[in-house]
């Protein structure tokens, strides 16, 4: 089974339903046959790389809101994360353009690392002090490097813009179509959805529903032409080699 998650690094709600949904996959007897694919997702796609603010800064411009009411929503989503065993600076965040760190993830993807440079992505955006906008490129290599990644790969993917941008944006697109307007969010084999920071018991749920309504799979033979098993084909016990 395929889980596929559309995120977005700046996205606080993505750090803590991604916590949330790996509680519930750990429990799930089926751990080993699900698959989870990252997706991209900007939030601030209109973003120039260069701009760069302030979290309180932007949530006040972006919603209308008083500092006060910015911190107050901060804390709260510091108090949610603590509940998931998460770090979350509540103050002191930059937020920024998040386009080049979705081509690096459609890089881990092909080198299957990908959950690790999301996480790596995650905990510096949230977590530690340093900020994930502000150092420049070096500080994406820095992080690749700790996921897995080799450097002079991921500095190759930056100093190229086109690289993977397709990809970032095909998903886009795919959210779009898929009616996602917001993340996170959580498709499940195709056929079910979950949108939000849901508690792991949703999540738990949806994993068992959506396991238990996989569709058998249906085996066309020859018809008229050919019994059932006729054709040639290879097994645990070799390849059968017709006799003449």
Not at 48 to 57: E, F, L, N, R, S
Not at 87 to 97: K, L, P, S
Not at 101 to 123: M, T
Request: with cysteine; glycine share 10%.
């Amino acid at each position: 089974m395929r889980v596929e998650i559309w995120s977005d690094i700046a996205c606080p709600w993505c750090y803590v339903g991604k916590a949330r949904f790996e509680k519930a996959l750990d429990a799930f007897p089926h751990r080993d046959q699900v698959e989870v694919v990252h997706r991209s997702f900007e939030l601030d796609p209109g973003r120039a790389k260069g701009d760069i603010q302030p979290v309180i800064t932007m949530l006040t411009k972006k919603y209308g809101m008083s500092a006060a009411q910015a911190q107050a929503g901060e804390e709260n989503l510091g108090a949610q994360a603590a509940a998931e065993g998460l770090e979350y600076r509540t103050q002191g965040r930059d937020h920024g353009n998040t386009f080049d760190l979705h081509r690096l993830l459609h890089l881990a993807k092909e080198h299957g690392r990908q959950d690790e440079l999301i996480q790596a992505f995650y905990r510096a955006n949230f977590a530690e002090e340093r900020s994930l906008f502000t150092e420049g490129d070096e500080r994406l290599v820095e992080l690749a490097v700790e996921a897995g990644l080799d450097a002079d790969d991921v500095r190759k993917v930056l100093a190229d813009p086109s690289a993977y941008a397709d990809d970032v944006r095909a998903d886009e697109r795919e959210a779009a179509q898929l009616g996602a307007t917001g993340v996170p969010f959580f498709v499940l084999d195709r056929k079910y959805g979950v949108s939000g920071a849901q508690p792991a018991e949703v999540f738990e749920q949806a994993l068992t529903q959506a396991w238990g309504e996989r569709s058998p799979l249906t085996l066309i033979d020859g018809g008229a032409a050919a019994a059932p098993g006729d054709a040639d084909a290879c097994g645990p016990d070799g390849c059968a080699v017709p006799q003449r």
